[in-house]
């Protein structure tokens, strides 16, 4: 029988964790916005900015796409062992 899967972070955290990121990158941009530098200076820290941004989502997503398919092989794995106890009988004569 499958159980169901338990979220191991509170609101109070995830709340935390979008907060934290939407400050810092307000911030940073700000920084990029209002540094003394020529344009291209500018657009270059910015351009920066926006690819650590999004190598920084596509990291955690394929971290997350391997945590679920060790959870996946994880739980066939038991339910294959579940299977083979199930059907073991040590007092059965062969």
Same mark, same amino acid.
């Given at each position: &029988?499958?159980?169901p $899967?338990? !979220?191991? !972070?509170?609101?109070a955290?995830? %709340?935390?964790?979008?907060?934290?990121?939407?400050?810092?990158?307000?911030a940073?941009? *700000?920084?990029?916005?209002?540094?003394p $530098?020529?344009?291209? %200076?500018? !657009?270059?820290? @910015?351009?920066?900015? &926006?690819?650590? $941004?999004?190598?920084?989502?596509?990291?955690?997503?394929?971290?997350? =796409?391997?945590?679920?398919? *060790? !959870?996946?092989?994880s739980?066939? =794995?038991q339910?294959?062992?579940d299977?083979?106890? *199930?059907?073991?009988d040590?007092?059965? @004569?062969?």
């Amino acid at each position: &029988m499958a159980q169901p $899967v338990k !979220s191991s !972070s509170t609101t109070a955290f995830y %709340v935390q964790a979008v907060l934290s990121f939407a400050i810092s990158l307000t911030a940073l941009a *700000a920084g990029i916005f209002y540094l003394p $530098v020529t344009a291209w %200076v500018r !657009s270059f820290l @910015a351009i920066g900015l &926006m690819y650590v $941004v999004t190598s920084t989502f596509t990291l955690a997503k394929c971290v997350r =796409d391997r945590q679920e398919e *060790a !959870s996946v092989v994880s739980r066939v =794995d038991q339910a294959r062992l579940d299977k083979l106890l *199930a059907e073991h009988d040590p007092f059965r @004569a062969e």
